[in-house]
């Protein structure tokens, strides 16, 4: 996973690393530092791409990133901590809850969100809690409830300058999108995934060199659900674990400017190794090479371009070798305008039996305007297009977005939302086909 590196006015690195989600199965989640859409996952993606990027810069930060500490909670103090407590309402409405093609069902849903983050204040190492429950309960569609939870820790040691080790520890209970294509065909309600994390990572920095060697595990057992028509659906034969192995180096050579060299070997192994159209444990090994740099004083860009090769342990299972990209350019038009085009490329889980996994490839705008201090306008389209190997199947899913966030104050933030998705499935093996509209309203109390 690439981390960028900031306006090195000292030609150094942060002390703490950043981290971004490369906007992978769930595309739409590009919403960078504000409240996410309702159509993104409880907790964002499942798992990460080996190959995110973050771009922060001094010089060139988006309308987004800009800093507005008049408007930012202040927390509650508690010894060498301090606490954020949040909680957030959220009402919608969606025009097929069901994601079906035919007789599509309409249903109203309020979700119920608390939180709450811990953050030391150390002035040497650091150690960051959180928790948070998701609770949605719709009108008519029980079968679409959700009750979701997460709880994270991770900590930084300090060990040298700017060298260090980070260790992250999790447990979360999130929900399947219906949108992605490892989404069951006939589907009919909301699949629970449990998902335990845990990730070790060293940092060595010399002058302008650094060196990352991480290691990380998640594991997913999903629940089972119903079909459109209420038969059992049984979800087991997903149940996995993901170990992977990274090693990286970056070269600062200007400010705001670095290249880097990753490799990646990613082993998934299912728990039902009974059949080969369940098993679908295999062994990937992933090299890309990027970069990112401040290309003018308004346009910022992070490019990362590889190659994976994923074997499969079955023998009747045919390799995935294909080309790997995450891109984002940021172009701030004015201070208070950024236009930001975001693509990715990358291999997926395939749930459909035959198939070897799909590519999963992305690209997207999205437009974000500071209309008033305390409010933040944003539109956003995207497209993916996933091709299943080893069957008849290609999936194309249109996404378009607007929305706002109205900051009432430090305490009051007013998040409206409107989605609209388009899912086209073709071929022998073809998945569901249907349109959806999705109107949210969520009003956030932090302290």
């Known amino acids: 996973m690439f981390v960028s590196v900031r306006s090195a006015q000292r030609a150094r690195y942060p002390s703490r690393l950043r981290f971004s ?38 010089r060139n930060k988006t309308v987004v990133e800009r800093p507005r500490p008049e408007l930012a909670p202040q927390g509650v103090g508690a010894g060498g901590f301090r606490l954020f407590p949040e909680i957030s309402l959220e009402p919608g409405f969606s025009s097929n809850v069901l ?18 983050r811990a953050e030391s204040q150390w002035s040497r190492h650091a150690l960051n809690v959180s928790a948070d429950l998701v609770a949605k309960r719709y009108a008519n569609v ?35 999108e219906q949108y992605t294509g490892s989404f069951p065909v006939d589907g009919g309600a909301s699949i629970a995934v449990r998902h335990p994390v845990a990730s070790v990572r060293g940092t060595y920095v ?55 060299l990753q490799a990646t070997h990613r082993s998934t192994r299912y728990d039902d190794r009974s059949s080969a159209l369940t098993d679908r444990s295999s062994k990937e090994v992933r090299v890309v090479a990027g970069l990112v740099t401040d290309v003018t004083p308004i346009i910022r860009a992070a490019l990362g371009v590889g190659y994976a090769d994923r074997q499969y342990g079955q023998p009747g299972i045919r390799p995935v070798r294909d080309v790997v990209a995450d891109l984002r350019v940021d172009y701030n038009v004015t201070q208070l305008s950024t236009f930001s085009l975001i693509g990715s490329r990358g291999i997926e889980e395939a749930i459909v039996p035959n198939a070897a996994g799909y590519i999963a490839s992305k690209m997207g705008l999205r437009v974000d305007h500071e209309l008033l201090r305390n409010l933040m306008v944003n539109f956003g389209a995207d497209y993916q297009r996933d091709n299943f190997k080893g069957i008849a199947r290609l999936d194309r899913l249109v996404r378009i977005s607007t929305g706002a966030a109205y900051t009432m104050s430090r305490n009051v933030v007013i998040t409206p939302a409107l989605d609209y998705v388009h899912r086209r499935s073709s071929g022998a093996f073809a998945g569901p086909n249907f349109k959806e509209v999705r109107f949210v309203m969520r009003a956030s109390f932090r302290f």
């Open 21 to 58: 989600h490369a906007v992978a199965g769930s595309f739409l989640a590009i919403q960078l530092s504000q409240p996410t859409s309702a159509l993104a996952q409880t907790y964002g993606p499942l798992l990460d791409t080996e190959i995110p990027f973050a771009v922060p810069s001094v």
């Open 99 to 116: 994601g079906s093609n035919i007789n599509a069902r309409s249903d109203g849903f309020i979700t119920v969100q608390p939180k709450l």
């Open 206 to 260: 010399a002058n302008r060199l650094r060196l990352i060697a991480s290691t990380a595990f998640d594991g997913f057992d999903y629940s089972d659900t119903t079909t459109l028509g209420g038969t059992p659906l049984d979800q087991d034969y997903r149940d996995r674990k993901v170990y992977r192995l990274s090693a990286r180096a970056e070269y600062l050579f200007a400010a705001d400017s670095a290249v880097f």
């Open 142 to 176: 029980s079968a679409k409830n959700e009750d979701g939870f997460r709880i994270r820790a991770d900590g930084r040691l300090d060990l040298h300058g700017e060298s260090n080790i980070v260790a992250a520890l999790g447990f979360e209970r999130t929900f399947e």
